[in-house]
């Protein structure tokens, strides 16, 4: 059972447009998303996250917004740069007893062409 | 700066052979996790720790063991290495489940 899924396994977009990364979840439980950036023979690193009492959290170029009601978060980079082809990886906890920890999404691929 | 540092990198082992992948962390963090990664899978949980001499078992612990004797370490036992547990393990490493995780560069391991 898929609790956090990503259903685009890749995506390809222009340098300077905008990305968006898009993640469903279907335990209503979870209340802390994050999102993950990985780089090829590395481990991933942490890029931004969003408590379920927030709707929108902004980081320099990276935006997450949650639509709790739909489940539903997405990921966007405004304006892309090569540096950005990665995995993308969402993640998703809960406050209940022994949640502990992350349950993450199957990832996906973003290319950014010049 | 060291965060999580994780050995062998790679390794190739024979159907029924045991190794221990190590993990170590010097920030001091309580929480402690192992995960692999299979091609085109998100990361599923195998174990975590909440702090030293507590553990408990993720998403897919079978065929594997931990143990968290310090702080710092918390080192993933394979026994009776299967085909099946060919992957790609990380160790990760957090101060508290609401930050974000640090995680070791993985360890590439082919069983034949």
């Known amino acids: 059972d898929q609790q956090v899924k990503q259903n685009s396994p890749s995506l390809s977009v222009q340098e300077g447009r905008i990305s968006i990364l898009n993640c469903d979840y279907t335990n209503s439980m979870f209340d802390y998303f994050l999102w993950y950036k990985k780089y090829p023979a590395e481990g991933p690193t942490f890029l931004i996250s969003?408590?379920?009492?927030?709707d929108k959290n902004e980081d320099g170029r990276f935006t997450v917004f949650l639509n709790k009601s739909a489940k539903h978060l997405s990921l966007h980079i405004v304006p892309s740069q090569p540096g950005d082809s990665a995995v993308y990886f969402c993640?998703?906890?809960?406050?209940?007893?022994?949640?502990?920890?992350?349950?993450f999404g199957q990832g996906t691929r973003l290319t950014i062409n010049p | 700066n060291a965060g999580v540092t994780q050995t062998p990198k790679f390794r190739i082992l024979k159907i029924g052979q045991s190794m221990t992948l190590q993990c170590t962390q010097d920030m001091n963090h309580n929480y402690m996790y192992w995960y692999r990664q299979d091609p085109g899978m998100g990361l599923k949980l195998i174990y975590y720790?909440?702090?030293?001499?507590?553990?408990d078992k993720g998403e897919v612990p079978n065929g594997y063991n931990v143990s968290r004797s310090t702080t710092e370490d918390f080192p993933l036992r394979l026994e009776l290495a299967a085909p099946s547990q060919t992957s790609v393990y990380f160790c990760?490493?957090?101060?508290?489940?609401?930050?974000?995780?640090?995680f070791g560069s993985g360890t590439r391991l082919t069983v034949v």
């Open positions: 993640a998703a906890s809960g406050s209940s007893v022994g949640a502990q920890k992350l349950v």
């Open positions: 990760a490493s957090s101060p508290d489940r609401n930050y974000g995780y640090t």
């Open positions: 720790s909440v702090g030293a001499g507590i553990t």
């Open positions: 969003i408590s379920s009492i927030k």
